[in-house]
């Protein structure tokens, strides 16, 4: 078979479907995209490579990113996609971009970044996916189950409460902190 690359996220040009679509047409894999459609116009003349599955459950969601060997969110913009964290904690290796906020919460071992916006960055990416072993998934998934990254939205939650708490610290820049002044430590 072929590599799997799975996207996940609403098909539309905020989620970077238009530069993925142009990214992956003829390279030797296979596309999965999964979500609900906000721009019909982005899934016309989809590529033979790509297959369009429509809203998922979060359980199909999950096996499905258990069955991909990436998975691919190349975003224009996001704050912070909180499915990249999914995805990693099933093991998957994941493709996203500079403009995901997603990428400062994980390892690098766990994904790669490229910049937005850019079908040539894109495609140079995902043309280096091969098929995941088995073992490869399984040291993947205990690594990041030990790691302490988020992979649910309740550990998501904690770890924003706690850097936002980190900032509110005298000192960080917060409530407290000389450096809300902008005079730095002169007070």
Not at 7 to 25: E, M, N, S, T
Not at 55 to 63: F, G, H, I, T, Y
Not at 128 to 135: A, E, F, S
């Amino acid at each position: 078979r072929r590599p799997l690359v799975l996207f996940v996220g609403q098909l539309g040009y905020r989620k970077g479907v238009p530069y993925l679509l142009d990214a992956i047409r003829n390279l030797p894999l296979d596309l999965q995209l999964v979500g609900p459609r906000v721009s019909r116009v982005v899934l016309e003349h989809l590529p033979s490579n790509a297959e369009y599955l429509g809203p998922k459950s979060n359980q199909e969601v999950a096996r499905l990113m258990s069955e991909a060997d990436c998975f691919v969110l190349p975003s224009i913009e996001d704050a912070c996609a909180l499915v990249i964290a999914e995805a990693v904690a099933q093991g998957t290796p994941v493709i996203t971009t500079d403009q995901n906020g997603a990428s400062e919460l994980l390892s690098p071992q766990d994904l790669t970044v490229v910049q937005s916006a850019d079908s040539r960055s894109l495609r140079q990416a995902l043309s280096q996916v091969t098929i995941l072993d088995p073992d490869d998934r399984a040291e993947r998934k205990e690594r990041i189950a030990t790691s302490g990254s988020p992979s649910t939205w309740s550990e998501y939650g904690r770890q924003v409460v706690l850097r936002c708490r980190l900032l509110e610290a005298p000192g960080m820049g917060g409530p407290g902190s000389n450096e809300r002044s902008g005079r730095g430590g002169a007070g």
